[in-house]
C-alpha cells in the first residue's frame, strides 16, 4: 500500500500524489455506495494499491484534519476568502456566511482577500477594518495592478490553501499573477446580471511554494443545514468572550432576556452589521432545517 494526496477527482478518476509522482487511480467499490455522504475529495489523503500497469485503487481514506463542505476540499491549513470590490459588489451577508463555513470546517487560518480594489468606491476601511478587529487578516488586491500580490504569495507559503468565493471575483486572475505558470482559465462579469461565468469546473490542488493552492468553483449560495444552530455563536469569535455570561443557557442571542451578546452590541462592543447578519444566518439555517425535516416526513 502506498500513501498520497487526492489532488483532483474528475470523470470518476481520482489523480493522486504520491513519492512516486502522480497515479491515476479508481475508486474501491466499498466507497462508491457512501461516495455522496463520506465522499472521496481533494485533499484527502489516501493508502492506495498499486496495479501492475501501474494505475492505483484507493483502499482507503486516511482520517481527515477538517473538511470544507463546499467546495468540498479536506486537510487544510487556510481558506482565502476572495471577493471583490466591484464587479461585483461585495455582499457582507455573504461574506458572512463564508465566514461561518470556514469556521465551521474547523479551518486553523481564515484569511479575507479582496481583490479588484483598484475599482473600489466608497467607505471600504471602516468596513474591512471592523473584520481585522475581530481577528481575521484582511489582504487588499488588485489581480489587474498588481498590488498585494506580493503579501498574498507570503501567506500562501508552505501553506494547503483554498482560494473560495463567488463567481466573476477574479480568483483565478489571482492565482495567475502569483504563478503565472499555473495559466488558469478567467472569465468576465456580465453586465446584464452583474455576475461572472463559472470558469473553474472542479476543484484541484495545485502544487506552490511548498505546500498546495487550491482553485474552486464559485458560487453564491450555501447549504449549512447540518450545523447545529447551537453552536452558530461559536463561529462568530466576538461571540466567544460572553459565552456563558447570559441569564438563559442555552442562549441563542436573539429573544432572551439579559443576554451578554445583546448587551455588547448596545454598547458597540460587538459590530451590529454582524450581529444582524447572525440573526439572518440562524433563521436561515433553521428554516432550512425544517423544510428538510417536512420532506422526510412526505
Known amino acids: 500500500m502506498v500513501e498520497g494526496r487526492l489532488i483532483k477527482a474528475y470523470n470518476s478518476f481520482f489523480y493522486v500524489m504520491t513519492a512516486n509522482g502522480l497515479i491515476s487511480c479508481k475508486l474501491r467499490g466499498k466507497f462508491k455506495k457512501s461516495r455522496r455522504s463520506t465522499g472521496v475529495v481533494p485533499g484527502d489523503r489516501v493508502a492506495i494499491e498499486i496495479l501492475p500497469e501501474g494505475t492505483g485503487v484507493i483502499e482507503e481514506i486516511l482520517p481527515r484534519e477538517n473538511l470544507l463542505r463546499r467546495p468540498a476540499v479536506a486537510n487544510l491549513t487556510q481558506v482565502v476568502l476572495t471577493f471583490a470590490a466591484a464587479q461585483p459588489d461585495l455582499h457582507p451577508l455573504l461574506l458572512n456566511r463564508f465566514l461561518v463555513l470556514a469556521e465551521w470546517s474547523g479551518i486553523p487560518k481564515i484569511l479575507i482577500c479582496i481583490n479588484k480594489m483598484d475599482l473600489q468606491e466608497g467607505p471600504w476601511e471602516t468596513f474591512l477594518s471592523s473584520y481585522e478587529k475581530i481577528g481575521y487578516p484582511v489582504l487588499r488586491v488588485s489581480a489587474r495592478t498588481g498590488e498585494g500580490i506580493a503579501a498574498l504569495r507570503e501567506h500562501l507559503r508552505g501553506e494547503i490553501s483554498v482560494f473560495a468565493g463567488p463567481s466573476g471575483v477574479g480568483k483565478s486572475s489571482l492565482l495567475n499573477q502569483v504563478d503565472p505558470s499555473l495559466s488558469l482559465t478567467t472569465g468576465h462579469v456580465s453586465e446584464k446580471i452583474k455576475r461572472g461565468r463559472h470558469t473553474t469546473r472542479v476543484a484541484e490542488l495545485l502544487p506552490y511554494a511548498d505546500g498546495y493552492i487550491v482553485d474552486t468553483p464559485g ?8 450545523l447545529d ?27 432572551e432576556p439579559d443576554c451578554a451578546v445583546k448587551q455588547a452590541v448596545e454598547e458597540g462592543k460587538i459590530d451590529r452589521e454582524r450581529y444582524d447578519a447572525y440573526l439572518q444566518i440562524l433563521e436561515e439555517i433553521k428554516e432550512a432545517q425544517m423544510l428538510a425535516r417536512k420532506k422526510e416526513y412526505k
Do not use: N
Open 229 to 255: 444552530v447551537t453552536e452558530l455563536p461559536s463561529y462568530f469569535p466576538e461571540f466567544r468572550p460572553y459565552a456563558g455570561q447570559c441569564r438563559f443557557l442555552p442562549c441563542s442571542h436573539s429573544h
Open 219 to 226: 458560487f453564491s449560495a450555501m447549504e449549512m443545514t447540518e
